[in-house]
């Protein structure tokens, strides 16, 4: 789809105006949803006789959000669009302050450059509060203490008492490593399960290996486990396979493989006995090459197989009862797989388990750092599976998302630690900056510099006074600034003790978010021209 518009260049100062508007019309858009307090933003359905979609999460509404017909306002809206989400893909909280922040920043620096600043100087100076900033809130971060802690930090995220309960229980017994999977429930109610061992989502390649008087679950008792990346072609392959299965002892046997032919299918079919042997085929979990290699190597080091590998020209022929790992029991399913009590050295899970912790703490990508935790997970062993419940399908797509936000916030929580909640360390960096003590010779654009970031970090606190009904005054003269153990209680009007009422927020969460957004609108200060296309694309993507 493209629009029908010819090609434009535009200069100053309608570039600035034009940004300017498109971040205003975001911002203002979002702002209404921080707090606990959120309003919501109604979206249009494509379909005119659906229910239009009900959102509070800032990086949605903006990703929702196509193109404005105003073609100016529209390259300041994408603008913004992208940071939240990438803020969304980085940290999964935080889209609504970063927006706040980001309008009164750039709203405040335009009117420094209009009345004459340098912009390129104002940039330098912005960035350069960087590290201060990242200091101080390294001063205010603290550790989780309790289950509690962190049942209250989920509920100040999600709204949601019975979400924040399962959640809080959940990373207080499998932490920040551990393994959980989110899943829809069919039932009003929300439900968690535990299950011992290492757990991988996976379809089997031979459907009907799997009883059906097994309701779709099968378990192996004291398996040996075949592990490879190869397409299983000859029927001469499976009974290679099933002569060294057969020299272990084994009385069942899990092929984990890439693929099987049909006429290797009928072997495994026809010597599929439980009174010989009980043999499950599974195709090797992960979408991609470098995903299957993990999840090989992952599956190896706990079972103590030794994987038959095509990059290394490895042939079904050659296989032996030493290319077989073991372990107590194997469930296969129509959709996963699991195991536990498996046969690996327990010192070389151990290095691996530290290599992975060691190489995530570098990472800050949030895809990648997924797939890191999600391999830890497997490899500590004990997965949780938290399914979620709904009146209706779209409130369960929605509790499902806010719970999926909500699990990534806790991991940066623990992986991070904490600051004071409510807009309260947001407040303190702002009286820090104010106290900042410059020379006489100090440049215009190092004290506007202070002065605008001092502004736009009180932005959070007044956007929440404001979506709760209270006016910023009151809160600013009942909250003591000096004390930071205490913050607004939107609940009661009244200051309230952090610890208390736990009250919290990641740290890592506010860091990413001030880091990114100063640097975003730094940069967006020195556009000066605007090139529009012809027939732009338009694209749903960030």
């Not at 606990?36 to 959000?65: K, T, W, Y």
């Not at 000859?234 to 069942?252: D, K, M, R, T, V």
Request: glycine residues 8%; hydrophobic residues 40%; negative net charge.
């Amino acid at each position: 789809m493209t629009s029908n518009q010819r090609s434009k260049l535009i200069f100053q100062p309608e570039t600035y105006r034009g940004f300017q508007r498109g971040i205003n019309l975001l911002a203002d858009a979002i702002a209404p949803t921080l707090g606990p307090f959120p309003g919501h933003v109604a979206i249009q359905s494509a379909n005119a006789n659906a229910m239009p979609e009900i959102l509070d999460n800032g990086a949605l509404i903006a990703r929702r959000l196509i193109q404005l017909n105003d073609r100016s306002a529209d390259m300041g809206a994408m603008y913004l669009r992208q940071l939240l989400w990438s803020i969304h893909e980085n940290v999964g909280d935080g889209t609504a302050t970063a927006s706040v922040l980001f309008q009164t920043m750039y709203n405040e620096a335009l009117r420094f450059i209009t009345a004459g600043g340098n912009a390129m100087l104002l940039r330098h100076q912005l960035e350069s509060l960087i590290p201060l900033l990242d200091k101080e809130l390294d001063q205010m971060t603290s550790q989780v203490q309790s289950k509690t802690q962190l049942t209250q930090i989920a509920n100040h995220i999600c709204n949601d008492d019975e979400l924040a309960h399962h959640l809080g229980d959940i990373f207080d017994t499998i932490g920040e490593y551990g393994s959980l999977e989110i899943q829809t429930s069919h039932t009003l109610k929300d439900e968690c399960n535990y299950i011992q061992g290492s757990y991988w989502k996976s379809k089997p390649l031979i459907n009907d290996l799997l009883p059906k008087h097994s309701q779709g679950e099968q378990i192996l008792v004291n398996p040996s486990i075949l592990v490879t990346d190869l397409t299983l072609n000859q029927p001469e392959h499976i009974i290679s396979i099933l002569q060294s299965a057969i020299q272990a002892n084994a009385g069942s046997l899990l092929i984990l493989a890439f693929e099987v032919s049909p006429q290797a299918a009928v072997v495994l079919r026809a010597n599929n006995q439980s009174d010989r042997i009980q043999v499950m085929v599974m195709q090797i979990p992960g979408g991609t090459t470098e995903e299957r290699f993990s999840s090989m190597e992952d599956i190896a080091l706990l079972t103590g197989a030794r994987p038959l590998l095509e990059v290394v020209h490895d042939s079904p022929d050659n296989i032996t009862p030493e290319h077989l790992g073991h372990a107590r029991n194997v469930w296969v399913s129509n959709h996963h797989f699991g195991l536990a009590g498996g046969g690996g050295d327990v010192r070389d899970l151990h290095k691996q388990i530290q290599s992975l912790k060691s190489q995530s703490t570098t990472i800050r990508d949030l895809t990648q750092l997924q797939k890191y935790q999600s391999r830890l997970g497997v490899l500590l062993g004990g997965t949780a599976i938290l399914r979620v419940g709904g009146i209706h399908e779209i409130e369960t797509k929605h509790r499902k998302a806010l719970a999926e936000r909500t699990a990534t916030a806790l991991r940066g929580v623990l992986r991070g630690g904490i600051i004071p909640g409510g807009g309260t360390a947001s407040l303190k960096l702002s009286k820090i900056l104010r106290t900042q003590s410059l020379s006489d010779d100090s440049c215009i654009e190092q004290k506007a510099a202070i002065t605008i970031l001092t502004n736009a970090l009180e932005s959070p606190i007044r956007t929440l006074a404001n979506n709760a009904g209270y006016d910023i005054g009151d809160v600013l003269s009942i909250l003591d600034t000096s004390n930071y153990s205490q913050f607004f209680d939107l609940n009661s009007g009244k200051s309230s003790d952090i610890n208390d009422k736990g009250l919290f927020d990641s740290a890592n969460t506010l860091k990413h978010v001030i880091r990114a957004t100063i640097q975003s609108v730094a940069l967006a200060l020195t556009i000066d021209v605007l090139f529009q296309h012809e027939n732009p694309t338009i694209s749903d993507t960030p």
